[in-house]
């Protein structure tokens, strides 16, 4: 069962307090989206550190209940 974006939003607000997350269903069919999370958690890691940040908040949910999340990360 596909993740909602609401939930998406949730699991990544929950790992990466204090972030602003805006979702993008990306071709409306609740299996494609678009992440943009902003945070000052981000300072000092490098891009791929920060998008671990995000992938490890799915609690390995990433493959099989999120099929695919585009990823944009900003440190504040």
Same mark, same amino acid.
């Given at each position: 069962?596909?993740m909602?974006?609401?939930?998406?939003?949730?699991?990544? &607000?929950?790992?990466?307090?204090?972030?602003? #997350?805006?979702?993008e269903?990306?071709?409306?069919? /609740?299996?494609h989206?678009? +992440?943009?999370v902003?945070?000052?958690?981000?300072?000092?890691? &490098?891009?791929?550190?920060?998008?671990?940040? #995000?992938?490890?908040a799915f609690?390995?949910?990433? /493959?099989?209940?999120?099929? +695919?999340?585009?990823?944009?990360?900003?440190?504040?």
């Amino acid at each position: 069962m596909p993740m909602s974006e609401k939930e998406i939003k949730l699991f990544i &607000t929950n790992a990466i307090p204090n972030s602003t #997350v805006e979702i993008e269903d990306l071709k409306g069919d /609740g299996d494609h989206y678009s +992440a943009t999370v902003k945070s000052k958690s981000f300072n000092g890691k &490098t891009r791929v550190e920060q998008h671990k940040m #995000v992938y490890d908040a799915f609690k390995g949910k990433m /493959g099989s209940e999120l099929h +695919a999340l585009k990823l944009k990360t900003i440190s504040e």
